[in-house]
């Protein structure tokens, strides 16, 4: 039975990562509650590293988009790699019952030329082509035997990881399915199983029943889910089903990095220097077509927009739930009103 909303403390569970949410949202939350957070540092143009990524990569430029001359988009291998590339294959060790694999994959940073310019500035030529530089490296490193799962994302700002201001993205393959993309996609496998459909695409049905959408076109669509762990969390997809994010047409690709554009936009309205973290989920590399039930999206997670609740730190390590103090149709109200 479909409660009508209510602002009493419930428990929610996200679908695809099988985490409980415990939401414990202040009656009557307004916008000007939120956190403008605190400027974000901007690092001097005349000091920053990445005006010339190849003298900040790890040796040479993997791709320049359009062109070396005139670049936009710089590739170069990432200086400070957590994993290794290697073209023998990587090994499993075993000691005792525990199981080790060398960590090959390639770790790449994908670098805008604008100094100031993060994703929602850029110029829908230049965020066009980012993500087609995203399809054409993720394509690349997919050929290569040691690559189990590509990791595409963004820390924006010092909440989030990032020790350099101006704007860039990674790429980072591993030879192991992250336990992350391995929650997703195991949980959404269950779903297909139980109800013969797409949890993705379910999802994304019942956000319009419950009017937690925050953008949509013809062919993509950003909303809130059911359980997000972090207030104004939101995810943008395709909105015909779609497992493969190399495989995706262009156009599809192009409108979800508009809608991306359009959601990011609204959150910076809320909270002017919101920190965040990007990324995309799609399926993986090996054994593919096995995945074909999973569908491919952006996840962003704002963080730090509310003060963290006095107990949050030990009820959520000793509980595994997170507690989020805005209900996600809230947020997308406020989101909506800017
Ligand atoms: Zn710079
Ligand atoms: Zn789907």
Known sequence: MKKPLNHQPQLRQDLTSGDWVLFSPKRGTRPDQFRSGEKIQRASKSKCIFETPEKAGGGGIIASYPDLKKWRIQIVPNKYPVVSDRSDKAKIYKHRSYSYIEGYGHHELIITKDHDANFTKLSIVDANMLFNAFRERYKHIAKDKNTAYISIFQNWGPKTGASIYHPHYQILSTPILPPAAERSLSNSRKFHRKSKKCVHCDQIEVAREDHRILHEDELSIAFAPYAPKEPFEFRVSPRAHSPYF???????????????????????????????????????????????????HVQVIPREITPRLGVSGGFEFTTGIEINSVLPEDAVKILNSK
């Open 246 to 296: 190399e495989d995706s047409s262009e156009y599809e690709v192009h409108s979800v990095m508009k809608s991306l554009q359009a959601a990011l936009g609204k959150l910076e309205k809320v909270s002017k220097n919101v920190n965040y973290n990007l990324y995309i989920h799609t399926s993986p590399v090996k054994h593919k077509k096995l995945y074909s039930f999973y569908h491919w």
